[in-house]
């Protein structure tokens, strides 16, 4: 079967299997390989994309359930102001390590702070619960947020 | 300007934080079929029947392989005890027992599915003490005839179920116990821990002109070189291994995984090649994880509540293959007394064989169980002698020259009251006791530790555009050691900014041995080898722009990218030109270092089974912790972490704090919340990340962080090791802390909310009880 979507701010026309999963179609049939396959069962968050701008974990979200939806992953997100100052905050800061959950901690930032610019840490550490990172024990991955927020409202 | 102790952004980064940076299971090659593998649903049983025929007879299936296909031979990092496939018996759950090549990742795991395996049961050997026994079923009745990797002259204590046994046993001992005013004896158990990277292991293999090639994410490329070389029964140069970014280790990916297995399916399905990728199940209940272990330790006091003997044994879970482990036994002996002087010390370490699946490294190999035990124990001993905790750690704490066990004199052991301090300074224990609220408590805890001195090298190559590569086999499991240290050490040589040099990923065919990201050693080893290329580099670089400056070349210096008279900035010349003008009249300009830290002077004889005889490099470690428990729910929540921790000197500040604070997060996850059990069967009853629980950003508090900088002469810019000590001590002062806070010794690993519960139960019959007295 056929899906037609937007990937990224552009429009495209896939081919999937009924049963196929949004994360093994932009893997594989998009070979945007930027969102992570890590558990396949929706709790490490690795795989998080955003669908018409809410984090879905795509490895237990059907791609054809994406059907004339915006899907927007981490390739997508230098096109955007706040994607593109988080991805810098991460570098700077700290907030990558071993990078394999970036990605999905990303996406999930970007929905987090396009709801709400300025949440408490609490509130941060609260909203990341669906995102696990193995390497930085989170600190320098709210380091990174907070940069992007003061980087944000100084302009 | 210097760029050491400098935030530096990490070369890989802006690729990792883009999507662009591509791991080992991205990884794709032209033509790449799929490979699965059929594991053992069982811990212990005899094949008694394998079938390929059904899925060879799959449309799609290019190759279905067993042990009849693969060398009759066994493979291992220390024993050669492991065959590639399960022959005529299992010895644990998901061990390999054939693996299949086809179209589509789909179509290899039905095609393994279609295999048709069945297994007769046989009692699993589970239970670590039960296992030494005498009428104990043996897990590997031929562990006879098994050979050392380094040959017969290597071999080491072992005995049936016994896979590897260290032995000190100094005089005095039992004098001190038959004279002493009070023994104190506790018992200790810990669970395996899972390494838990986020990204599964996968590997991609190619069979081409009688070589082996072999794509993979992974920590150590020379080991699963040799490893792959054991189970193919070739020579290591006929294996390439070529690395690509690692989402993870954590010392799970240091020995060889899927990588033989994709390399045999490669060659089975006529060069094709193939890619193996675990599923989250295959690769949790397969990991080489932590070991289980059993601590028995007791210590002899006098009238002052002074140690003055202690004995410690440990049991500690190898699993059904020994892997690295063996190596890894002496290591009680070095951590036995902790950082405390306890007198003559007898230490028994026995690694057990079971059917379960072998253990391995994880971050702070062996070291995390022992001081929790330490740790505990000091605390039980304070109490039994109304003693204050810190005090009395203080009153036994080693000193600059003290002797240990095995004979090595710690010269700098005074760091430690350095460490004490700082901590005391930022978290006054006097203040934290007086006010202690109910359900709230602290810990405190010291250790000390090794930085590993295995080998390294690199070349550090000059383009003529004046920017740098370095060649190397080192790998940056995401640490930063490379993507930072190594790279910052190079520019700093070389007056080039960091973002002028570029670090290969390794390739066993390119670059020269190095031993991988493991025991805090690449910052350290690779780092100062870097250092030595590119000092050649430097030199070579002042003989060519000594002819272009016209001035002798010991009146010149490398620096801002340029070749210059000392003394006379304004008379240089820029690298980059240099570089071109050697390339066309001397040749390209390049240099070499290799690194290896020797092992400090020991006594040989005062142990047996020796594998580790000393610690190199050593490091000093003080945590303190503050948890609250609730006494409903039993969980606990960390309200506070402090380290002190020595490092020589900080490379990367962001890249040392996040060594720290992912340390000790993945302790805390080991202390609170990783629990991963072993049924009677033998089987995991953890198996997915839902019920293996690890820490999210509102368990773990931001660690507050004391660095010690004792340069290390031998050290690039004197760093020492820094990414295993953060893990060796949250287990120690979490339950120090817990313990405190409920008023009832926790002694098991993990403390999870059902032990808490169950130990405040205790604790409200005991008060019930007294009341009614």
């Known amino acids: 079967m056929d899906v037609t979507l937007t990937v990224n701010g552009r429009q495209a026309q896939v081919e999937i299997e009924p049963a196929e999963t949004l994360l093994g179609m932009l893997r594989e049939r998009l070979r945007l390989t930027g969102t992570k396959e890590g558990c396949n069962e929706g709790e490490c968050g690795a795989c998080t994309v955003l669908v018409d701008g809410l984090p879905v974990d795509s490895c237990i979200y059907s791609a054809a359930a994406t059907s004339g939806r915006s899907v927007e992953t981490v390739e997508g997100l230098a096109d955007d102001d706040l994607g593109r100052e988080l991805q810098a905050a991460f570098v700077a800061a700290g907030g990558v390590q071993c990078g394999f959950c970036t990605p999905g901690f990303l996406t999930t930032l970007v929905a987090v702070l396009r709801e709400n610019p300025e949440p ?36 | 300007m210097s760029v050491i102790g400098e935030r530096v952004p990490r070369s890989d980064g802006r690729a990792k934080a883009s999507g662009e940076a591509e791991y080992g299971v991205d990884h794709a090659e032209p033509d790449m079929i799929w490979g699965a593998l059929v594991r053992s649903p069982v811990s212990s049983g005899r094949i008694t029947r394998l079938d390929t025929a059904p899925a060879l007879a799959m449309p799609g299936v290019h190759a279905v392989v067993t042990a009849a296909d693969a060398p009759d031979t066994r493979a291992g990092w220390v024993l050669r005890d492991q065959r590639l496939f399960a022959a005529d018996r299992v010895l644990y ?118 070589r082996f090639t072999v794509h993979t994410a992974h920590q150590f490329p020379y080991n699963v070189r040799d490893r792959v070389s054991q189970f193919l029964d070739v020579r290591p140069s006929a294996v390439r291994i070529v690395g690509h970014t690692i989402g993870g280790g954590f010392g799970a990916k240091l020995d060889a995984a899927l990588e033989p297995y994709a390399a045999l399916l490669s060659k089975a399905a006529r060069g094709r090649a193939v890619k193996l990728v675990n599923t989250r199940t295959e690769d949790l209940i397969t990991c080489p994880s932590r070991e289980g272990a059993i601590t028995r330790v007791r210590s002899a006091l006098d009238e002052d509540g002074t140690i003055i003997a202690r004995e410690l044994e440990v049991i500690a879970d190898n699993g059904a293959y020994s892997g690295e482990m063996p190596w890894l036994a002496s290591i009680a002996l070095h951590c036995a007394r902790g950082v405390y002087r306890a007198g003559p010390t007898r230490v028994t370490a026995r690694l057990v064989y079971t059917n379960t699946a072998p253990t391995g490294a994880f971050r702070g190999v062996n070291g995390t169980y022992l001081y929790h035990a330490v740790e505990r124990h000091m605390d039980h001993i304070a109490a039994e002698l109304g003693v204050d905790r810190r005090e009395y750690r203080l009153r036994h704490l080693f000193d600059d020259g003290e002797e240990l066990l095995n004979g090595q004199v710690l010269t700098d052991a005074g760091i430690l009251r350095e460490g004490f301090e700082a901590i005391e300074a930022a978290a006054p224990w ?87 990201s493991q025991g805090s050693r690449t910052t350290r080893i690779v780092g100062k080898a870097s250092q030595i290329a590119a000092d050649e580099v430097i030199t070579k670089l002042k003989d060519v722009a ?62 047996t089974g020796l594998m580790l005889p000393s610690f190199p490099t050593p490091t000093y470690h003080v ?85 010690l900088e004792h340069p290390d002469p031998d050290g690039p810019h004197g760093a020492k090791g820094v990414g295993e000590g953060p893990i060796l001590l949250p287990a120690a002062v979490i339950a120090n802390a817990v313990s405190d806070a409920i008023g009832r010794p926790l002694n098991n690993i993990p403390i999870t909310p059902e032990e808490v519960l169950a130990a405040l139960q205790t604790a409200e019959l005991r008060n019930d009880e007294e009341h009614v007295r």
């Open chain 2, 430 to 516: 006097a203040k934290l006791e007086a006010e202690r609220r109910p359900y709230r408590g602290i810990g405190i805890a010291a250790a000390w530790w090794l930085t590993n001195p295995m080998p390294g090298t690199a070349v550090v190559k000059l383009h003529e555009d004046g920017t740098a590569a370095v060649i190397t086999a080192a790998t940056d499991n995401g640490s930063g050691a490379v993507s930072m240290g190594v790279t910052q050490i190079v520019a700093e040589r070389l007056g080039i900014p960091p973002s002028d040099v570029f670090v290969t990923l390794p390739d066993t065919d390119v670059a020269g041995f190095d031993a991988g």
């Open chain 2, 623 to 707: 945590h303190l912790a503050e948890v609250e428990v609730d006494p409903v729910t039993g969980t606990v929540q960390v309200l506070r972490y402090l380290v002190a921790q020595e490092v020589g000197a900080v490379i990367s500040p962001d890249g040392t704090y996040g060594q720290v604070m992912g340390g000790v997060t993945q302790g805390i996850g080991y202390a609170l919340h990783e629990s991963l059990r072993i049924g009677e069967d033998g089987r995991y009853r953890e198996r997915t990340l839902e019920s293996y629980r690890l820490p999210l950003a509102g368990d773990v508090p931001r660690v507050e962080f004391f660095p």
């Open chain 1, 120 to 155: 408490s840490e609490p509130e941060l550490r609260e909203a990341l619960a669906g995102n696990i990172c193995r390497c930085t024990g989170y600190s320098q991955i709210l380091d990174a947020v907070a940069a992007t927020i003061s980087g944000r409202n100084r302009r």
């Open chain 2, 93 to 210: 759950e998901g061990q390999p027992v054939a693996a299949v090549a086809a179209d589509t990742l789909e179509l290899a795991r039905e095609a393994a599915a279609a295999v048709v395996l069945e297994i007769e049961p046989l009692p699993a050997v589970v239970d670590l003490d039960a296992a030494l026994r005498p009428d104990a079923p043996l897990v590997h009745p031929d562990w006879e005839s098994y050979v050392p990797a380094l040959g017969p002259d290597a071999d080491y204590p072992r005995h049936g179920n016994l896979a590897a046994e260290s032995v000190s046993d100094p005089p005095g001992v039992d004098d001190a116990f038959a004279r002493a005013h009070r023994v104190v004896t506790d018992e200790f158990v810990v669970q395996r821990q899972y390494q838990a990277y986020i990204e599964p292991k996968s590997a991609v293999g190619i069979y081409r002109d009688g």
């Open chain 2, 546 to 607: 000594a002819g272009l400056l016209e001035a002798a070349a010991d009146d010149l210096e490398v620096a801002d990218g340029t070749v210059r008279v000392k003394g006379a900035p304004g008379t240089s010349v820029p690298i980059a030109v240099v570089a071109a003008t050697a390339t066309n009249t001397v040749g390209p300009i390049q240099g070499t270092g290799s690194f290896v830290t020797p092992f400090p002077d020991f006594n040989p004889g005062c142990a």
